[in-house]
C-alpha cells in the first residue's frame, strides 16, 4: 500500500519536476476526455501540442505564441513579485486595461504627428497608468489596513466601465461613423508597436517580457530587495526582524505588478489588438496568475509556462476549428493543467512510500 | 515492592530517518513522583504521546496493573486512568473556566454541579480558582490549574505534566509542588517532563534518563547531583560558564518612560519602563511568559518603533529608528522564537546569515549581495559556534533546536555588537550547548557590550547575571545585584503568584 509521509526538506528536483508531470498527466487525462467526447485523442493532442509548432501551418503559429506569451509573461513576472511576498494582486487585468488606455491615450493624443519620441512616451504612459491602478490597493491596503485581493480584484471591473467608456468617448474615433472604438494604431505608425522582425511575431512586448525575466531573475538571485520579497513570504516576521518595512515592500510589490501589466496592455493595444475597443481584454491578467504559479513563481519558470499556456490557447482554438472538439472542453483541459500542477504538488513536500508487509 | 501502577517494555517507536523510542523499559510506581529527564529530541514527548494514546509504538508492550494496556486514543487512556497536562494549553479564551473543563470531559454534569465539583477540588487541592472566570483574563499559572483541574475531574490513577513549571512564578511551582504532593499521598503516580533539574530533585523520587530515544540511566534524584543528571542527559562532561571580574563602563543603552500599548489583542502592552544598561554588564530580566517580553525585544530591536527618547543608545535617541538602522549601530537582538522570528525555516543558513548581517558585516554593494562573503560568514559562525549542521546550505529548519540557536546566537555576537538584547537564550538548549551560549554571553560582556537577557531560566539568570530585574504585567521591578538574591525575594519581583493572597511588589 502507498503511504505519504513528508520530507525532511522539500525535494529540489520535484520542483522542477511536477510541472512537467502535471503537464503529461493532463494530457493523458485530457485524452481520455476528447476519446470520451468520440474523437481520437492523440490526434487531439497533436493538434494542441504539435501543429502548432511543427505543423504544416507552423510559420504562422509560431509567431503567434510569441504574441500571445508576451503579455502573459510579462504581467506573470510582476505578480510573482507580489506572490513571492504573500501580496496578492489579482487585479492585474485592470492595470492591463488601464495601461492600454493610457499608452493609447498619449498616442492618440499626437495624431497625426509623426515622431520618434511618440512610442518611447506611450509606453511610459502606458507603464505609468497599470503603476497608479496598481497603487490604489497598495495605498488602500497599508492605510486603511484592506484587502488586496478584494480591492485590485474589483478594480478589474472599474477598469472595464473605463474601457467601454473610452472606446464609446473620449478616444472613440472621429472619422469611425460613430462605431465604438478608436484609431486603429497599426495605421499610425509613430504609434505602432510593429514587428521588429517581420514575419516572426517579435514585437517591444516580446523583449520586454524577456527583460522583465532577466531582471526578476537577477532581482531575485542578487539583490537585496529580492532577498527581502522572498524572506517577507516565508516569514513576515523574521522580515520585520530583519528590517524590511512591509509597508514600503506592498508599494514596491503592487506597484512594480501594476507597472508590467500596464505594459503589457500598452504593447497590446499599440501591436496585435491595435485599438482601444470595449471588448479589448481577453483575460491575460487572470491567465497569467496561473502562468505564475504554474511556473512555480521562478522568472524562467514563467517564461516556459507562458510559453505552454499560449501554445494551449493557440492548439485548443485549432482543436476547437478543425476537429470540431466544443470550447468548454478545451477550457476543462486548460483549467486541468493547473488542479493536476496542484495535486502534484504535494510531491515536492512528501513523498510516496511503497509499504511492504511489515515484518513482525 | 507491591505490583507497579504502569509497567512498560520494550517500547520503540521509529519515524522517518529519526528512531523516536528505542526499547524503553520502565516502571511507574502507584503514589511515585516519577521524573523524564533528557535533551530536547531525546523521544520523551514521544514517549508519553503512547503512553496517552497519541502515538501508537511500533513494538513493545504497556501493562496498567498487571493488565496489557494498549491504549488506541486518548479517551481510552483517560478511560484506564491516564490525565495529562500539555505544555502548550487547550483552552478557549472566550469561555470561562468551567465551560473549558465542559469541553473536555465525556459525560458533562450540568453545569452547576460541575461549578461546584470544581470548587470542591480547587478547595482541596490547593488550587484556587473560580469556575465563573473567563480563560481569557487567567495568568498562565490559572490556566494550568483549569487544565490541571480537567484532569483530577476524572480520578486520574496517573498524571503526566509535560514542563509544567516553565510558565509559573517560584511561589506558583511552590503552590503547584504541594498539590502535587498530596495527590501522590492518595496514590496518584506522576510522570513529570521537565528540563529544571534542581526542581526535579526537591520533587520526583524517581527518574529514567533518556538519550537519543534510549533509557541510559535511572537515579534517585534527591541523591544525585544536578551536575551529574545533566551530564547523563548530554552523555559527556562539560564546562561550567567562567566569568572573569570586570568593573562596568558607561551607559550604553538607556530606556526612559518606555510606555507601548499591546501590539495585538493578546498582547500585553509596556508600562513606563526605565532602565541603563552598561557596558560590560549582564542585565538579567526575568519574568514568566506573556508579561512584556516580546514586546520589549521588539522595542529595543527596532521592530516597533517609539518615542525618540524613550530609547537611547550612547545618549543618542533612537527609539523611532528601524532595525536596520539600530543595527548600524551596534545594537543587536535576538529573539526567543528561533524559527519564523530570528530565522526563516525554509532559508539556507547562508541567507538567514544574511537576514542581520547584511549592514554590520558588508555583504552588499550597491543593493547586490554578496552572496560569498556571506557565505563565509555563515560557514565562520557554524565554525565559531560549533553548529552540528552538514552545511551551510541547508535550511534552518533542517537543524535541531540548540543547534539553530546556536547559529542565532552566533550571528549576532560575531557581529561585535555594542549593546546585545536576547530574549530566552537557552531554551530548550541541551545543556552543554546551553552553559557554550552563556560562556559567549559572558565573553560579549567581558569584551565590553552591555548585555540584556530575557530568560525564565532563574538559574541561568543569576549565574550570568550583573544585575537584575523582572517584567510583570508590561512592568518593569527595580533592578537590583544579582548577588545575593534569594528565590524567594526574586519570585515576588515576578508578581509573586498570580491570583493568590499575597503582597504585591508595588512600583
Sequence with gaps: MFRIEKRPQPSRLWTYLTPLVAVVITMIVGGALFAALGKNPVEAIRTIFWDPLFGEFSFYYRPQLLVKAAPLILIAIGLSLGFRAGIWNIGAEGQYIIGALTGAGVGLAFYPLEAAYIFPLMVLAGALGGWAWGMIPAVLKTRFGTNEILVSLMLVYVAEQLLAKMALGLLRNPDGRGFPGSRNLQQYSSAHNAEIIAGTGVHWGVVAALIAVIFAYILFTRHVLGFHIRLTGQSPKAARFAGVNPARLALICLGLSGALAGLAGMFEVSGPAGQINIDFNVGYGFTAIIVAFLGRLHPVGILLAGLLLALTFIGGENAESNLGLPAAAIQMFQGMLLFFLLAVDVLTHYRLRWKSAEVA | ?507
Design chain 2, 1 to 507: 515492592m507491591t505490583e507497579p501502577l504502569l509497567s512498560i517494555s520494550g517500547l520503540t517507536k521509529a519515524y522517518p530517518g529519526v528512531v523516536a523510542n528505542d526499547d524503553v523499559s520502565f516502571d511507574i510506581q502507584t503514589g511515585e513522583v516519577h521524573a523524564l529527564l533528557g535533551e530536547n529530541g531525546a523521544g520523551k514527548t514521544t514517549l508519553v504521546k503512547m503512553i496517552y494514546g497519541l502515538v501508537k509504538p511500533d513494538q513493545g508492550t504497556m501493562q496498567m496493573h498487571g493488565r496489557p494496556f494498549a491504549p488506541n486514543e486518548p479517551r481510552a487512556a483517560r478511560r484506564a486512568g491516564v490525565g495529562m497536562v500539555f505544555q502548550h494549553f487547550s483552552l478557549f479564551d472566550a469561555l470561562s473556566v468551567a465551560e473549558n473543563v465542559a469541553l473536555g470531559m465525556e459525560n458533562t454534569p450540568p453545569m452547576r454541579q460541575l461549578s461546584s465539583r470544581i470548587r470542591d477540588v480547587s478547595a482541596t487541592y490547593g488550587l484556587p480558582l473560580d469556575p465563573g472566570r473567563t480563560v481569557g483574563d487567567l495568568s498562565a499559572g490559572e490556566r494550568q490549574r483549569v487544565e490541571i483541574i480537567r484532569c483530577l475531574l476524572q480520578d486520574p490513577k496517573l498524571l503526566i505534566m509535560d514542563e509544567p513549571t516553565s510558565v509559573l512564578t517560584p511561589q506558583e511551582v511552590d503552590i503547584l509542588f504541594e498539590t502535587l504532593r498530596k495527590l501522590t499521598s492518595e496514590g496518584v503516580a506522576i510522570l513529570y517532563i521537565s528540563h529544571k533539574l534542581e526542581e526535579i530533585r526537591r520533587l520526583c523520587d524517581q527518574a529514567t534518563i533518556l538519550r537519543h530515544g534510549r533509557k541510559v540511566a535511572t537515579c534517585v534524584p534527591s541523591e544525585t547531583s544536578a551536575r551529574e543528571m545533566a551530564e547523563l542527559m548530554v552523555g559527556s562532561s562539560f564546562a561550567n560558564p567562567k566569568r572573569t571580574d570586570h568593573l562596568p563602563g558607561d551607559v550604553v543603552l538607556e530606556l526612559k518612560n518606555l510606555s507601548l500599548p499591546a501590539p495585538s489583542a493578546f498582547g500585553i502592552s509596556l508600562k513606563n519602563i526605565n532602565l541603563s544598561l552598561h557596558a560590560g554588564e549582564i542585565l538579567g530580566l526575568a519574568g514568566v511568559a506573556g508579561n512584556g517580553q516580546d514586546e520589549l525585544l521588539a522595542a529595543l530591536s527596532g521592530e516597533i518603533r517609539t518615542r525618540p527618547d524613550a530609547v537611547s543608545f550612547q545618549g543618542t535617541p533612537i527609539g523611532h529608528k528601524g532595525p536596520t538602522a539600530r543595527r548600524a549601530l551596534g545594537v543587536l537582538a535576538a529573539p526567543e522564537e528561533r524559527l519564523g522570528h530570528a530565522a526563516a525555516p525554509d532559508m539556507s543558513l547562508t541567507e538567514n546569515a544574511a537576514l542581520t548581517a547584511i549592514t554590520r558585516e558588508n555583504l552588499q554593494s550597491g543593493g547586490f549581495l554578496n552572496w560569498s562573503a556571506t557565505r563565509e560568514f555563515a560557514q565562520s559562525i557554524v565554525l565559531k559556534f560549533d553548529v552540528r549542521t552538514p552545511g551551510v546550505e541547508v535550511t534552518a529548519s533542517a537543524l535541531s533546536g540548540g543547534n539553530l540557536q546556536k547559529f542565532v546566537i552566533g550571528r549576532e555576537v560575531l557581529q561585535r555588537p555594542v549593546v546585545f538584547v536576547v530574549n530566552q537564550p537557552t531554551w530548550g538548549v541541551d545543556a552543554a550547548a546551553a552553559a557554550a551560549i552563556r560562556q559567549a554571553l559572558l565573553d560579549l560582556a567581558a569584551k565590553g557590550a552591555g548585555v540584556i537577557c530575557i530568560s525564565q531560566d532563574l538559574d541561568e539568570l543569576l549565574e550570568i547575571s550583573d544585575r537584575f530585574a523582572a517584567l510583570n504585567e508590561g512592568r518593569m521591578s527595580g533592578i537590583r545585584p544579582a548577588q545575593g538574591l534569594s528565590v524567594e525575594e526574586i519570585g515576588l519581583m515576578m508578581g509573586g503568584a498570580h491570583g493568590m493572597e499575597v503582597a504585591h511588589v508595588s512600583d
